[in-house]
């Protein structure tokens, strides 16, 4: 194991070597960007720390201390296993450049995209610009892609409540919380002055259930506590990127709160409440819940714990337990997109939750997350761009949850590995053929790896030289007679003959 380790940590190195020896930093951690591994993930930062003070450190006459292969090899600490993974394509999304060029391709076409308003109830939320645009991607690996008005802070609103019904089955169990809050559709407005037949809130996505849910977490803390106590769940949940509270979002939000107090009226009146509740505090503490702050990346991180059975992908913090997380997910599917959660699980089919400050957070368990936020509403409370996002997304890839992963020929399966044999050998093969390193292809051709092997679009050596440009690569492939069918296969006959 040791001797396989050392040949894969020493192929990786090799693919960004420079003409001296060393590791060219730059190109290696390009590439950890382009599979989506961000410098500043909390798995990578230790390993790209050590890297900068290894350089900072030269010998006497040098500018930079170079990096050598066994240097690479101890430096590399706990960010191997990681690196290793993304190297030899066994990241969630493996050809992550090409599913990021896909969701860039919808968003720009969605920019001019003009439907709907924004919430106009609460003053704060009608002020948002109605061209704010972002979407963010965050895979169970940490793969992580961001787009447009990233920077913009917003209230997370009634995106909180998946997250706050997950704290309440963890902390209580399911059949403590489903004496309180039932788990069905309810075929009612979000905000209805309504119960089901156990005169119980229907769900914890709507606002009655997640009122009654906010009486239950915690109730023993007084508010202040409560609410610091959950803000760092959700600072667990985003891997620390930026969660915040909106102070005036709060306020206006508590100052036009009469349908809220009738529900929790309505409630109390009919016993719904764990005996001693005072109403008011836990309807403080519901508007706290809903005025937490996030940007669409650090959302979309809290989304992906989701996605990852309750540990957050950046940071490997175990926040939920994987029970919890799969009973919110199942009422996300079934509940969570307002009065447009039937036709969502219809022609979605993923775990969603939507907010009236414009954001949607979508879950396809065990792969990723995102987030979009936009403003404008449509007439059911959603955001009108986020669904027409959605909806071309899941014209190109089968993420719906019955999709088939076998037959769905129309669709790409973004989750399929790029190497047909998950080899070391052949990984490095098609990253230098890829990057046009001619020494390092020849150098694996002396070792006899396996030129005959294709990529997840059955792609060939050949196939991946030309289509990179790298005609030096081209021409050794053409020197070696074993490789010449491979024209046959690709149908291409370079003429070099002018030359």
């Known amino acids: 194991m040791a001797e396989e380790r050392q040949d894969m940590l020493r192929n990786i190195f090799d693919l960004y070597v420079t003409k001296k020896g060393n590791l060219n930093v730059t190109k290696f951690v390009n590439a950890l960007e382009q599979m989506g591994l961000k410098k500043s993930d909390g ?17 006497k ?7 050598m292969p066994n240097d690479f090899a101890q430096l590399i600490g706990d960010a191997e296993e990681l690196i290793v993974k993304a190297f030899s394509g066994n990241l969630v999304i493996p050809d992550f450049s090409t599913f990021k060029k896909t969701v860039t391709d919808i968003y720009e076409e969605l920019k001019d995209f003009k439907s709907g308003n924004p919430a106009d109830y609460i003053p704060q939320l009608a002020r948002a610009d109605p061209n704010l645009w972002a979407v963010s991607v965050c895979t169970v690996d940490g793969q992580r892609f961001d787009i447009g008005d990233i920077d913009q802070t917003y ?25 309180y809050v039932s788990a069905e559709p309810s075929g009612h407005g979000f905000n209805e002055i309504v119960l089901d037949v156990r005169n119980k809130p229907h769900n914890p996505m709507i606002n009655a259930g997640a009122i009654m849910v906010s009486s239950l977490v915690e109730a023993e803390m007084n508010t202040a506590d409560r609410f610091e106590y959950m803000q760092g769940i959700f600072r667990r949940l985003a891997g620390d990127l930026h969660v915040g509270f909106n102070n005036s979002i709060y306020l206006s939000e508590r100052s036009v709160a009469d349908r809220n107090f009738a529900l929790g009226h309505y409630m109390h009146e009919h016993d719904c409440f764990p005996q001693g509740t005072n109403l008011e505090k836990v309807l403080e503490f519901y508007f706290q819940l ?3 702050e996030a940007k669409c990346d650090s959302h979309c991180v809290m989304a992906a714990t989701l996605a990852n059975g309750g540990i957050c992908p950046i940071t490997g913090d175990k926040v939920y337990e994987p ?21 969502w699980a219809f022609q979605v089919g993923l775990p969603a939750k939507s907010g009236v400050s414009g954001s949607i957070i979508v879950v396809v368990p065990n792969v990723m997350a995102m987030c979009l936020y936009s403003p404008p509403l449509d007439k059911l409370g959603n955001s009108a761009k986020g669904i027409e996002f959605m909806n071309r997304l899941l014209e190109r890839f089968n993420f719906h949850h019955f999709d088939s ?4 020929v129309q669709k790409i399966n973004p989750r399929k590995n790029m190497m047909t044999i998950e080899d070391s050998n052949r990984v490095s093969l098609f990253f230098a053929v890829g990057a046009g390193e001619t ?10 790896y396996d030129f005959n092997a294709k990529d997840c679009n059955g792609r060939s050596v050949l196939h991946v030289a030309s289509a990179s440009g790298s005609e030096s690569i081209i021409r050794f492939l053409i020197e070696k007679t074993e490789v ?11 003429n070099f003959s002018s030359k």
């Open 484 to 494: 010449r069918a491979l024209f046959q296969q690709i149908r291409i006959l370079p």
């Open 43 to 59: 798995r990578l930062e230790p390993f790209m720390t050590r890297m900068r003070n290894f350089q900072l450190a030269p010998a």
């Open 61 to 67: 006459g040098e500018e930079i201390a170079p990096i």
């Open 439 to 448: 020494g390092l292809v020849k150098k694996f051709y002396e070792k006899e």
């Open 323 to 343: 029970r919890s997380v799969q009973q919110t997910l199942s009422l996300m599917l079934s509940c969570g997109m307002y009065d447009y959660s039937g036709q």
């Open 290 to 292: 809903c005025s937490i």
């Open 405 to 408: 992963l076998n037959h769905a």
């Open 155 to 179: 209230s997370i609103q009634s995106t909180s409540k998946p997250f706050n019904y997950a704290m309440a089955l963890d902390l209580y169990g399911n059949e403590y919380v489903n004496q």
